[in-house]
């Protein structure tokens, strides 16, 4: 507790020395629109996070004393506000901790869940015996897992908040009430939705004003969100795991909200407000590696991320990139996860339903047997089989199969407070707009998670770990990461992205410890994506690189992603990943660094200022 009142203390002086980022207004006013910035440095917690609002909501809950977890809730929350396609209780995530005071490391899974009515079947038409078509499993209540976002938030402020439930969602109210400035991203991720949306009664009311995508400078407010939120604060979470917003949740998600004239062909899904009832968010252990002297911890399964960054980082440890020159180092890089991503599809699911190898796959003998493989004078070519986690001793390989990755859109956002407590947490809707579904009077999108399933079996004789099941969790990518250097943080990073998480997250870190860049310049750098498929997916920016031609004539291939899974015809843009990250550097400094340009921006805050950076 000294140290506590301590930092009240001088949080209090600060304050009152008006050493703050931006001064607040009186309770019920509109308050500015905050100021965004892709880098800021100083002292006593930092936010970075999508949007301003998110961020500035955050800095207010760590100016009042409130811990990382109290900050994080109230950023989830006003995410669900002002970037609702990829954001809000109508999904699921997965949140890493660090606890200053027991220099302990912990993960909360919080994702979705299969409805017990599913079954291994569930994505297969039963007219045809086929599987159904991506786009129509996503945009329908088939797609609809248990979302688990807004038990996360409990679980976390039980273990490590300050404040209550009530008062962590206040922020994301006001915002929610007196609305938010609608810009040129908001706008382009509303018209990349609008046929969608347009199907939806209740989407169309909110985000399709008058049938007409948003303009920009108009203010988007959500009063159906904010009346759920305050139900929230006043009922607590099980007003949505088996209250009155539960029942409205199932309602959604067995009788489609169609609007007049809607052409969708409906597909309900099964949901029952039991499946709300009995959801948990799990208290897991984190995965652990230790990368060049850095202990590296992420999520494990249900996510992939975890083991999946740490046996590319333990591949990688085999070789020097530092002294490599470039294109070698990004050989080296792509060759590394093209191996990780075949051993992720063949054994990761989740590990209440599978038998996940997770110690095996992240053992050095493992991560040798298949450093090997690696040709320096020659390209992989994809699929490669995945490896033998149980007997490690040689280079030999199984047989190649491939695996489907339809996830594309999240978001990540790391905070830190001034007791030293740092949160990584990603969460998601899934599919940008998730299933499409506002819900009736509620205010918030549903996930279409269960489509990060495999429809149907991918590994050829052998078992798929990623098919249905009633309860399951669909596999995720989603990889946020604390890196802590002799036992105190260094790094918190994560990214969104859909399976091109586990490659952003790690080429930021190969960028940072391998190559010295900046934090800033890590997450800005160009990226590529090398997930074990015949072309890696690359920003045109990588393309454009000087190193391009060395790793083509390596036989490395790349192609551009712009246009949208759901719907060809619609252009998106070609960008991989909008990390965030933040590094702790001596007498308690801290660098908050997001993205300079990439879906317009992030929003970094600290909550004692000593400069803007970018």
């Not at 994702?111 to 045809?128: H, I, K, L, S, Y």
């Not at 996510?303 to 590319?312: F, H, K, M, N």
Request: glycine share 10%; with cysteine.
């Amino acid at each position: 507790m000294r140290l506590r009142r301590s930092v009240s203390s001088v949080l209090s002086v600060g304050l009152m020395a008006g050493l703050t980022l931006v001064a607040g207004a009186a309770p019920g006013s509109a308050r500015p629109a905050p100021v965004k910035h892709a880098v800021a440095q100083g002292y006593f917690g930092a936010v970075v996070s999508d949007t301003p609002e998110s961020t500035q909501a955050g800095i207010d809950v760590l100016r009042r004393g409130g811990t990382a977890a109290d900050a994080a809730v109230a950023v989830a929350a006003t995410l669900g506000v002002t970037d609702p396609y990829v954001a809000g209780i109508g999904g699921g995530g997965f949140l890493v901790y660090y606890d200053a005071r027991t220099h302990q490391v912990s993960t909360i899974d919080g994702r979705e869940t299969t409805p017990a009515a599913d079954g291994q079947n569930m994505f297969v038409d039963p007219a045809t015996g086929k599987a159904y078509a991506f786009p129509t499993a996503v945009t329908s209540g088939l797609s609809v897992g248990v979302p688990g976002n807004l038990a996360t938030w409990q679980r976390a402020l039980q273990r490590w908040g300050r404040f209550s439930l009530a008062d962590d969602l206040r922020p994301a109210e006001e915002v929610a009430d007196r609305g938010f400035v609608v810009d040129a991203t908001f706008q382009e991720l509303t018209r990349e939705n609008a046929a969608r949306f347009a199907q939806f009664s209740s989407s169309a009311a909110q985000y399709l004003p008058g049938g007409q995508l948003p303009v920009v400078g108009s203010t988007m407010r959500n009063k159906d969100l904010a009346d759920t939120y305050r139900e929230i604060g006043r009922k607590g979470s099980g007003a949505l795991y088996g209250g009155s917003i539960g029942r409205d949740l199932v309602d959604a998600v067995q009788h489609l909200p169609l609007a007049p004239g809607a052409t969708l062909k409906p597909i309900p899904g099964p949901m029952q407000l039991s499946d709300l009832s009995s959801y948990q968010a799990l208290d897991t252990a984190p995965t652990h590696v230790n990368y060049r002297g850095y202990d590296v911890y992420g999520m494990a399964p249900s996510s992939s991320g975890g083991i999946t960054v740490g046996e590319s980082l333990n591949i990688l440890s085999n070789f020097d990139l530092k002294n490599m020159d470039r294109v070698q180092a990004l050989h080296h890089y792509l060759e590394s996860s093209r191996l990780a991503f075949a051993d992720r599809n063949r054994y990761i699911g989740d590990s209440r339903y599978v038998s996940v190898p997770q110690q095996q796959l992240l053992s050095p003998q493992f991560a040798a047997s298949r450093a090997c493989l690696i040709d320096p004078n020659k390209a992989g070519t994809s699929p490669v089989a995945p490896g033998n986690p149980a007997s490690p001793g040689s280079c030999a390989s199984t047989t190649a199969a491939s695996s489907s990755d339809q996830e594309n859109h999240t978001n990540h956002f790391v905070v830190s407070d001034a007791f030293g407590n740092v949160v990584s947490y990603t969460n998601t809707i899934e599919e940008l707009g998730g299933s499409g579904i506002v819900v009736p009077g509620r205010g918030f999108l549903l996930n279409n998670e269960l489509t990060d399933f495999n429809f149907t079996p991918t590994q050829g004789s052998a078992p798929d770990p990623n098919l249905p099941a009633p309860g399951k969790r669909p596999r995720s990518s989603m990889s946020p990461t604390i890196v802590l250097q002799h036992g105190k943080p260094f790094l918190a990073v994560g990214s969104p992205g859909g399976s091109t998480i586990i490659t952003t997250v790690l080429q930021i870190l190969v960028n940072r410890i391998d190559f010295g860049m900046r934090l800033e310049d890590a997450i800005a750098a160009p990226r590529a994506s090398q997930r074990n498929t015949a072309a890696t997916t690359a920003e045109p920016a990588f393309i454009a690189a000087a190193t391009t031609p060395g790793l083509q004539a390596l036989g490395q291939t790349f192609t551009i992603n712009d246009t949208s899974p759901l719907d060809p015809t619609i252009k998106i843009a070609p960008t991989i990943g909008v990390a965030s990250g933040l590094e702790f550097k001596p007498g308690g400094r801290v660098i908050a660094a997001g993205e300079p340009s990439r879906r317009g921006g992030s929003a970094a805050a600290v909550v004692l200022t000593t400069c803007y950076c970018d």
